[in-house]
């Protein structure tokens, strides 16, 4: 017992008899506050001379492109879902859709070298621009909605609008050529239902009269009449 009390008397007492105290940290901040915050105020704003010739800003363009949830009357005059299945399915395909190679592409090719951004040389080849221009595209779906966002960043505002207009341009251009090859691939098929059903029309009608040159005409015309 007397050695642990020495212990702990040797603990309070340094070489010389004075009394140490434990360091109190938060006193500490409160003595030094005002040195501590200039000190730190000149640190920040030396860090921020010193470093902001290396930070670039970066601009962003959104768009929002809505999906027709309208329906098509079908041949039986009912109608039919122009999205298939789940809501949700449809929009991510058509997020996929808009980040396509032959979308950009497309949207490359019609936009005019005078009006491209910083970040697309026109010395460069048009694949080459279209995988730059690919990797700044962001397409995501709004959840719960017909909506879909797209956006473009660069380091300079210039133009961002006018490509990013040009690519949903192009994929609604797509969209409709696909919709008009299938209606002619409906017409096609119409047509040549409609030619099968003319043809067989007229093998039925052949076989008739082919059957009605074997009976004799009074025969014909009596059987006839006793039907009636």
Same mark, same amino acid.
């Given at each position: $017992?007397?050695?642990?009390?020495?212990?702990?008397?040797?603990?309070?007492?340094?070489?010389?008899?004075?009394?140490?105290? /434990?360091?109190?940290? $938060?006193?500490?901040?409160?003595?030094?506050?005002?040195?501590?915050?200039?000190?730190?105020?000149?640190?920040?704003?030396?860090?921020? #001379? #010193?470093?902001?010739?290396?930070?670039?800003?970066?601009?962003?363009?959104?768009?929002?492109?809505?999906?027709?949830?309208?329906?098509?009357?079908?041949?039986?005059?009912? =109608?039919?879902?122009?999205?298939?299945?789940?809501?949700?399915?449809?929009?991510?395909? $058509?997020?996929?859709?808009?980040?396509?190679?032959?979308?950009?592409?497309?949207?490359?090719?019609?936009?005019?070298?005078?009006?491209?951004?910083?970040?697309?040389?026109?010395?460069?080849?048009?694949?080459?621009?279209?995988?730059?221009? $690919?990797?700044?595209?962001?397409?995501? =779906?709004?959840?719960?909605?017909?909506?879909?966002?797209?956006?473009?960043?660069?380091? =300079? /505002?210039?133009?961002?609008?006018?490509?990013?207009?040009?690519?949903?341009?192009?994929?609604?251009?797509?969209?409709?050529?696909?919709? =008009?090859?299938?209606?002619?691939?409906?017409?096609?098929? #119409?047509?040549?239902?409609?030619?099968?059903?003319?043809?067989?029309?007229?093998?039925?009608?052949?076989?008739?009269?082919?059957?009605?040159?074997?009976?004799?005409?009074?025969?014909?015309?009596?059987?006839?009449?006793?039907?009636?």
């Amino acid at each position: $017992m007397d050695e642990n009390n020495s212990q702990r008397d040797g603990q309070r007492w340094v070489d010389g008899g004075r009394k140490t105290k /434990p360091f109190d940290l $938060m006193g500490f901040l409160r003595r030094r506050s005002l040195p501590i915050l200039v000190l730190g105020g000149l640190f920040s704003l030396i860090a921020n #001379l #010193l470093f902001l010739p290396f930070v670039k800003p970066v601009y962003q363009t959104d768009a929002l492109l809505l999906l027709d949830p309208t329906k098509e009357p079908t041949l039986t005059g009912r =109608e039919r879902d122009i999205i298939p299945g789940n809501l949700g399915d449809y929009t991510r395909t $058509m997020v996929s859709r808009i980040m396509s190679y032959d979308v950009v592409f497309d949207a490359l090719t019609q936009v005019p070298e005078e009006e491209l951004p910083s970040f697309l040389q026109p010395s460069s080849a048009v694949e080459r621009n279209t995988f730059r221009l $690919m990797s700044r595209i962001k397409v995501a =779906e709004v959840p719960r909605t017909y909506l879909v966002s797209a956006k473009i960043t660069a380091s =300079e /505002p210039g133009h961002l609008g006018t490509l990013l207009n040009a690519i949903l341009e192009s994929f609604l251009q797509k969209i409709h050529r696909e919709q =008009e090859h299938m209606y002619e691939r409906r017409l096609v098929y #119409l047509r040549e239902e409609r030619a099968n059903i003319q043809k067989r029309i007229e093998q039925h009608r052949a076989r008739l009269l082919a059957l009605a040159d074997t009976v004799e005409s009074k025969a014909f015309l009596h059987e006839a009449y006793t039907v009636h």
